[in-house]
């Protein structure tokens, strides 16, 4: 299969389903902010240290990285009859699971007294970079919906507010394993 098509040359993309839409198209800004946070995600994983302790999360991390590719291609079919013919759906057992891996993450994380700014060992701060992507494609759901009311983006939509706040648990938990300290916000708290 060639990488390059020819097809997209002229200014427009295929989306799931076969439809044909300008590259400055809601639907194309949203996957590429899913795509943009995916890949954040894979940089993520290269700065994760090779220790034992955690091996769970990059696990996660890899699994999250697929359900992206799938929630992706569900919005890419968003305009399409053919949607749930052509992708694959987030399911509420997507978002269990996420919530669950938050609740066993909060469990070992001291609660928070303080705003923390994003930083602290590599591997937590490409996932708090990884957060705001995911954040913006959150936004990019929002705004995509809200100029495609027939779109049905709902789980999508929860399934990156909730990754969000795991990647921001995630990133205290590496901290915390790591040695780090986590950056204190130096305002009023």
Not at 164 to 185: K, T, Y
């Amino acid at each position: 299969m060639k990488i390059y098509t020819r097809t997209g040359d002229e200014g427009e993309t295929g989306l799931c389903g076969g439809s044909r839409v300008s590259k400055s198209h809601d639907v194309v800004h949203t996957c590429g902010d899913i795509d943009e946070t995916n890949s954040q995600l894979g940089c993520a994983i290269s700065f994760s240290s090779d220790s034992e302790s955690l091996a769970e999360v990059r696990q996660w991390l890899v699994e999250i990285q697929s359900d992206l590719f799938d929630l992706g291609s569900h919005v890419a079919a968003s305009n399409s009859r053919k949607d749930d013919e052509v992708s694959i759906p987030i399911t509420s057992q997507h978002i269990e699971t996420l919530e669950s891996r938050i609740d066993r993450c909060q469990e070992q994380l001291e609660p928070l007294k303080h705003f923390i700014l994003p930083g602290g060992s590599q591997f937590a701060s490409q996932l708090h970079l990884a957060r705001t992507v995911c954040r913006r494609a959150e936004r990019s759901i929002v705004s995509l919906v809200e100029n495609n009311p027939q779109a049905d983006l709902s789980p999508d939509l929860v399934y990156l507010n909730r990754l969000s706040d795991l990647l921001f648990v995630l990133a205290r938990l590496a901290n915390q394993i790591q040695g780090h300290a986590e950056p204190r916000w130096l305002g009023k708290s």
